[in-house]
């Protein structure tokens, strides 16, 4: 059984607001050790569930975040960026039994710790197929595209409350509680720890492979803070402007929608300029 953890950082244990995941500050130097102990406890817990094999794909901005040396010898870490699929690469390969959503947060938009929706800001809201989406979300239609079950989420717990409606049966565990955007109550990390670990010791139940699901066609719309923004994200093929400052697209695959997305968020993020955004 080969379980595949998807860690993002704004979910973590303690992290609440900017400096806390943005590399190279003091404090992103102190919320890795915190980030690795939730993956860590993940991985433990999934193995003391009977996984053979835990794989965890850094999904973080440089996605060059976790503590490898603090990690289990028996997990294997993919880390760095340029990946086909981005947070869930490694997903698409047929090995997979279960996917789990470590250190996630709400959507671009959305009340939530640090909610955004691949760009820390630029993007007010995405949508699919008309619901208001989530990276666990988005991640969550790729992963179901090669019959991949999503078995636990980890991260505030509005992203606990986010994720009943895209993976309704997996594990949930809360490490701090919303007061806002930059403030929460959090857990201590020995307590987040124990959460974790005892719920991917349950979730490793539900790591089974089913058939994939397709549902296309997909339609992602985006809405930004600045016209210039949904200007720039129709330089990408099939990306029509939707309304003011929206802009659209439709594929046939969330394998396609994915890397869209990623594609329209890379260009967008160098179109903002400092200060003005």
């Keep these: 059984m080969k379980i595949l953890i998807s860690a993002d ?17 003091p404090q992103w130097e102190r919320c890795r050790a915190l980030f690795t102990s939730d993956v860590n406890a993940a991985v ?17 901005w440089t996605m060059r975040n976790l503590l490898l040396e603090r990690l289990d010898e028996r997990a294997r870490m993919l880390t760095g960026r340029h990946k086909s699929l981005s947070m869930v690469e490694g997903v698409q390969h047929g090995d997979v039994d279960g996917i789990a959503f470590v250190g996630y947060h709400t959507g ?8 955004h929706t691949y760009l820390a800001n630029s ?5 699919l197929n008309g619901v208001r989406a989530s990276e ?4 969550a239609q790729v992963a179901a595209e090669y019959g991949v079950p999503v078995i636990l989420v980890t991260g505030d717990d509005l992203t606990c409350e986010d994720a009943t409606g895209y993976a309704p049966r997996a594990h949930k565990v809360a490490v701090k509680d919303h007061v806002s955007r930059y403030a929460a109550v959090c857990r201590t990390p020995a307590r987040t720890a ?8 349950l979730a490793t139940a539900l790591a089974h492979r089913h058939a994939p699901v397709g549902g296309g066609p997909f339609t992602v719309e985006m809405e930004f803070d600045a016209a210039h923004l949904s200007d720039a994200a129709t330089v990408v093929p099939g990306v029509e402007p939707s309304g003011e400052r ?4 439709t594929n046939g695959t969330m394998y396609e929608a994915i890397r869209t997305f990623k594609a329209v968020t890379t260009i967008v993020s160098a179109s903002v300029e400092e200060q003005y955004g």
């Design 108 to 115: 671009a938009g959305t009340e939530g710790v640090l909610a």
């Design 246 to 249: 929206r802009a659209a697209y």
């Design 136 to 139: 666990g979300l988005l991640n």
């Design 44 to 60: 433990l817990g999934f193995l003391d569930g009977g996984a053979d094999e835990v794989l965890i794909n850094e999904a973080h």
């Design 194 to 201: 124990a959460d974790i670990r005892a719920a991917a010791k």
């Design 9 to 25: 950082m704004e979910g973590a244990t303690g992290v609440t607001w900017p400096a806390d995941v943005l590399p190279g500050t």
């Design 123 to 127: 993007l007010t809201g995405v949508w």
